[in-house]
């Protein structure tokens, strides 16, 4: 880790690689992780973890997709893994999930 925190103090940029590449590079193995979700695309963790629309009227299942949108939508421009389109901490705290205004479609956030 101080390695990583020094190579960043140095203006050293860093880029995911895919499995494979990793595997190449680091000539290991990649060790298999729990499922913690039987999905693997965030979208559909968001969308189905915890939920249930036994008992809850219309309304509030309309709220509940709504808010789940706009949780997708701000977990997507915080997880940017292009730095220069990733929000800053200034721009995700106008997110309306976290300001609490309705969220109307995919948040662009201000310069």
Sequence with gaps: AAAA???AASGAT????TIDEYEARSGK???V???YFKHTRLADIVSSAGY???GLSEEAQA???GERAALLDFLLGLLDTDAATRWTPDQALRHPF???EPFK???TPPP
């Design 105 to 107: 479609g995919p948040f």
């Design 63 to 65: 709220r509940e997709r």
């Design 5 to 7: 925190v020094a190579a």
């Design 52 to 54: 249930s629309a036994a």
């Design 14 to 17: 860093f880029q995911l690689l």
């Design 98 to 100: 976290v300001t609490g």
């Design 29 to 31: 193995k990649v060790a």
């Design 33 to 35: 992780g729990k499922r």
